[in-house]
């Protein structure tokens, strides 16, 4: 498929048009703006939109988590839609703006701040950042191969005639133009973390956010944190407002993102590396003490318990699979959580 198989010949004849004027006059910032909105309209004026009789869960967009077009789709006028656009988009744009010089009813503080900040677009492992000059670090990093973003934004560059740095995406893809493997992804999910402990100063904090459960991100990320020495400090749940198709269709994934704080360890202690099985065997033995105190526990609270321990003992995973554990170990309620299996129960008890 090519992108232009994700429009109608009307819908792609009048974004074209639309897009030759924008360019033929508009200079600048307004140039910035009405791109802006262009790109905001396109995926509303593709194939990818479900007719409305479908819409449920799913609703958000059809390109959520890659392309899909359906056996019938909407075709919205690309007129109206990017009139819409453009309105909110200005909206927002004044919003921001007064955000930073504060007027009517945006006035949220009389605070006047001379703080001012940098933007910089550089590789995540090769920082242009002086060491040990950064005081909080906030990130949210990739996720494998659940979200390809450079490969899912061909939509949008494609007509802004733009091409990412495809070889340093830090990603999983089973593309077979792209060497983009598992190990290929927690070397450079290391690197980076790697980058951030170079720039960030002795015992100051980074803040991360991930939803994995299991598999190569949560093993990639968890792992980089500790070989890299960042100690656990806290941790909590962000439920979003609306959940990714994933997590609405599959009942034992956990809901929502857990955010971790860890703070640089200027000293590195000892790690602990087991073999696969004996870290799974000791997964699943606290599970099954956890059942036995506890009876029934979600799916969020045995990740975010085994998350703590991982990081608090220092827990270099291998290839196991948390989520495989509680599915060939333990029974998943109606309730949505999990319990012992019933010779267990009476195992334990007798």
């Not at 040990?132 to 659940?146: K, L, N, R, V, W």
């Not at 495809?166 to 089973?174: A, K, L, M, R, T």
């Not at 951030?196 to 190569?216: C, D, E, F, M, Q």
Request: aromatic fraction near 12%; proline fraction near 3%; include cysteine.
């Amino acid at each position: 498929m090519n992108v232009s198989d994700l429009f109608t010949k009307r819908t792609l004849a009048c974004h074209a048009r639309l897009l030759v004027l924008i360019e033929k006059y508009s200079t600048g910032n307004e140039l910035g703006l009405f791109k802006l909105a262009f790109t905001a309209n396109l995926a509303n004026c593709s194939k990818l939109l479900p007719p409305i009789t479908s819409r449920g869960p799913m609703a958000p967009g059809a390109w959520m988590t890659g392309f899909y077009i359906g056996e019938t789709y909407l075709e919205n006028n690309v007129l109206h839609y990017f009139e819409n656009r453009l309105k909110k988009t200005i909206k927002g744009e004044k919003d921001y703006l007064n955000q930073i010089n504060p007027v009517g009813e945006l006035n949220f503080s009389n605070i006047k701040y001379s703080n001012t900040y940098k933007t910089l677009q550089n590789d995540a492992k090769s920082l242009d950042i002086e060491s040990e000059s950064i005081d909080y670090i906030f990130t949210d990093p990739p996720y494998g191969d659940a979200v390809p973003y450079f490969e899912q934004s061909i939509i949008w560059n494609s007509w802004l005639k733009l091409k990412p740095d495809y070889e340093n995406e830090i990603v999983i893809s089973d593309s077979k133009e792209r060497d983009k493997n598992v190990d290929n992804f927690e070397e450079e999910i290391n690197m980076a973390f790697s980058e951030i402990r170079r720039v960030l100063k002795p015992n100051k904090y980074l803040s991360l956010t991930y939803h994995s459960l299991s598999g190569a991100e949560w093993k990639a990320i968890t792992n980089a944190c500790i070989k890299n020495g960042f100690e656990l400090i806290e941790y909590k749940w962000l439920v979003q407002k609306s959940f990714t198709p994933r997590q609405i269709n599959r009942f034992k994934t956990i809901k929502g993102d857990v955010l971790v704080t860890l703070q640089k360890n200027t000293n590195y202690m000892p790690l602990i590396v087991k073999s696969d099985d004996e870290v799974a065997n000791m997964f699943k033995r606290q599970i099954e003490q956890w059942l036995l105190n506890e009876k029934r526990i979600d799916t969020n609270e045995i990740f975010l318990r085994i998350m703590k321990k991982v990081f608090s003992d220092k827990i270099i995973i291998g290839n196991v699979d948390l989520l495989k554990i509680l599915t060939e170990n333990f029974v998943f309620s109606e309730q949505k959580q999990w319990r012992l299996k019933n010779d267990q129960i009476e195992l334990q008890t007798a």
